[in-house]
């Protein structure tokens, strides 16, 4: 499990003093990114927890086998699930051409999540934490559950203790590539130590910040909904399944019965078939049982 490297990517923070001016008058969002990606995976979540699904529409794009994303139509049946599809908002065909709508043009990275003013043609944010607190509060004149705050001022504290904790550690640490048995032992070490702190915490508290669900939650349920599915399989964190921590995976069913945004599906496909070099044959294993619908609810 050495990182990835990656051409450095310009960040568009949220300029939360112009967006809430904004809005509700002017101000027309559209959120887009890929269904793998854990990291975008949280402003879906955010938006459906503040009852923003009206407020701000989604276009997903897909990941495709040159690194861009890419706005197609795709037969899978959606039901209430966020499926990719076409950039209904701005008609354009890739994300990259999406970016390209702001008034000075853009040539670098493009990546997921980003929120636009469609009227504007400006990016808002890329960067996804940025948006879920804008979610979170920015945006409550849109919201249908206003009073809901993921970010209480009591645990702003508490909340970034566990956020250094959680992005290094898990977030990141799944993704962490060794190219040394030696590296390798101390990245899944790492990890895991986490992992089996986490799960004893949670043997007291429902929440990482007790019995408050709150953004910190968020960032951690992203990635253990992918845990079985992918990392133990691809990336080789294999030292235990998340089904072996009856507290952590207990906290990931409570979450996803709280929030249901998570397309098994597409996740699999995305990681297997085409987001990354890591299985040439493009066979996506069998879905494991505890990840299966009935067993989540």
Same mark, same amino acid.
């Given at each position: 499990m050495g990182s990835v490297? $990656? =051409?450095?990517?310009?960040?568009?923070? *949220?300029?939360?003093?112009? /967006?809430?001016? !904004?809005?509700?008058?002017?101000?027309?969002?559209?959120?887009?990114?890929?269904?793998?990606a854990p990291?975008?995976?949280? =402003?879906?979540?955010?938006?459906?927890?503040?009852?923003?699904?009206?407020?701000?529409?989604?276009?997903?794009a897909s990941p495709e086998l040159d690194g861009s994303w890419e706005f197609r139509h795709r037969d899978i049946p959606d039901g209430d699930r966020v499926v990719p599809g076409l950039d209904n908002a701005n008609?354009?065909?890739?994300?990259?051409? /999406?970016?390209?709508?702001?008034?000075?043009?853009?040539? %670098?990275?493009?990546? #997921? $999540?980003? @929120?636009?003013? #469609? +009227?504007?043609?400006?990016?808002? *944010?890329? +960067?996804?934490?940025?948006?879920?607190?804008?979610?979170?509060?920015g945006l409550n004149r849109l919201a249908k559950n206003p009073d809901l705050d993921l970010s209480p001022l009591s645990l702003k504290k508490k909340i970034k203790d566990w956020n250094q904790i959680i992005h290094s550690n898990v977030n990141n640490g799944v993704y962490r590539f060794a190219? %040394?048995?030696?590296?390798?032992?101390?990245?899944?070490?790492? @990890?895991? $130590?986490? &992992?089996?702190? #986490?799960?004893?915490?949670?043997? %007291?508290?429902?929440? @990482? *910040?007790?019995?408050? &669900?709150?953004?910190a939650d968020i960032c951690l349920f992203t990635t253990l909904i992918r845990f079985d599915l992918v990392y133990n399989v691809l990336f080789k964190?294999?030292?235990?399944?998340?089904?072996?921590?009856?507290n952590l995976h207990a906290y990931m069913r409570d979450i996803h019965q709280v929030a249901a945004t998570c397309n098994f599906g597409a996740i699999m496909d995305g990681y297997y078939n085409i987001l990354f070099p890591?299985?040439?044959? $493009?066979?996506?294993?069998? !879905?494991?049982?505890? *990840?299966e619908h009935e067993f989540l609810f």
């Open positions: 490297s $990656s =051409t450095p990517t310009p960040h568009f923070h *949220c300029p939360f003093h112009l /967006v809430r001016r !904004m809005a509700p008058r002017d101000a027309f969002f559209i959120s887009t990114w890929a269904c793998p990291k975008a995976h949280r =402003t879906l979540i955010v938006r459906t927890l503040k009852g923003l699904k009206d407020a701000v529409s989604v276009s997903v008609g354009r065909k890739t994300l990259r051409h /999406v970016y390209r709508l702001r008034r000075w043009g853009y040539d %670098s990275r493009s990546t #997921v $999540s980003m @929120l636009l003013d #469609v +009227e504007r043609k400006e990016v808002v *944010c890329n +960067e996804s934490y940025d948006i879920i607190e804008l979610f979170n509060l190219q %040394s048995q030696q590296a390798y032992d101390s990245i899944v070490n790492e @990890l895991f $130590s986490t &992992l089996d702190m #986490v799960d004893d915490h949670l043997g %007291s508290f429902r929440y @990482l *910040c007790g019995d408050v &669900l709150t953004l964190c294999t030292k235990r399944k998340l089904i072996e921590y009856p890591l299985n040439p044959s $493009s066979i996506r294993p069998a !879905m494991p049982s505890d *990840c």
